[in-house]
């Protein structure tokens, strides 16, 4: 095999590697704890339920809307008819606090309470959203 490669075919190698890797950086999964300490720092309150249903909505991380739009809560777009694209999974997080969450005036609710009340107010149309919910508590 015939390694060597013209000076331009090097250029786009160097350029789809790199690409590569920015991307798998952008689409990084969060970890538990990476995904707590930004709950944490937006103050998004009862984060074991927000990463149930982030692990739900996003097949653990793994889906299409994931991978190609940082959208791990499964956040859609009525106006433009499509699930949100962000720039990060932090982003999504902070969507979710402020389409959603900021809805939700006690903040003190435990985590059984809080997931009555998100499917009490429509975040999801699947009857059995929390029982799927609590699967990855």
Not at 108 to 117: A, P, S
Request: aromatic content about 14%; hydrophobic content about 35%; proline content about 1%.
């Amino acid at each position: 095999i015939n390694l060597k490669l013209s000076k331009k075919k090097r250029k786009i190698v160097l350029v789809v590697t790199f690409l590569m890797i920015a991307i798998s950086a952008i689409c990084q999964k969060p970890t538990k704890d990476e995904f707590f300490a930004v709950c944490d720092s937006l103050k998004i309150h009862n984060a074991t339920v927000v990463w149930a249903q982030a692990c739900l909505e996003s097949g653990n991380f793994t889906s299409a809307h994931f991978k190609n739009r940082n959208n791990c809560l499964g956040i859609y777009d009525s106006k433009r008819k499509r699930y949100a694209s962000f720039e990060s999974w932090e982003h999504c997080l902070v969507a979710y606090k402020n389409r959603f969450q900021y809805k939700c005036k006690n903040k003190n609710m435990t985590d059984e309470e809080y997931l009555n009340w998100v499917c009490r107010n429509g975040y999801a149309k699947d009857p059995t959203y929390k029982s799927k919910v609590k699967k990855f508590m």
